[in-house]
């Protein structure tokens, strides 16, 4: 909580000659937000750093417009988050006849009962 209070409100939307950018997610370690072209769908998101964010608000209560959000530095060093991995295709297609393979060689064989065995 502490980290956020030094955070720029995220439901002003960033006015740029290119269009409006409107928030769609924080980092709060990294000190990012990202920022999407559109209010309702989240994909291509672009990473803007905390001070960016915070110098285009002052510019747009200021009624200027930004070039372009790229324009400024932004943070080019994120790695590109994956929401899921898709299992899909990293099995082997014969993983079922090698193990039958190896089931048929490791048979247990059965002793002989002579009849003489005591029970236990």
């Known amino acids: 909580m502490d980290a956020q209070q030094d955070f720029p409100d995220t439901s002003?939307?960033?006015?740029?000659?290119?269009?409006?950018?409107?928030?769609?997610?924080?980092?709060?370690?990294?000190?990012?937000?990202?920022f999407s072209y559109s209010k309702d769908d989240a994909t291509n998101p672009?990473?803007?750093?905390?001070?960016?964010?915070?110098?285009i608000q002052e510019l747009n209560q200021k009624g200027v417009k930004v070039k372009s959000i790229t324009e400024a530095p932004i943070v080019t060093n994120v790695k590109k988050e994956l929401d899921f991995q898709n299992p899909i295709g990293t099995d082997s297609i014969t993983r079922?006849?090698?193990?039958?393979?190896?089931?048929?060689?490791?048979?247990?064989?059965h002793k002989k009962s002579t009849g003489n065995e005591k029970p236990q």
């Open 96 to 109: 079922f006849e090698d193990h039958k393979k190896n089931s048929k060689s490791k048979k247990k064989r």
């Open 12 to 34: 002003l939307p960033l006015e740029l000659l290119d269009g409006t950018a409107y928030h769609q997610k924080t980092d709060i370690f990294r000190r990012i937000m990202w």
């Open 46 to 55: 672009i990473p803007v750093d905390v001070e960016r964010v915070k110098e």
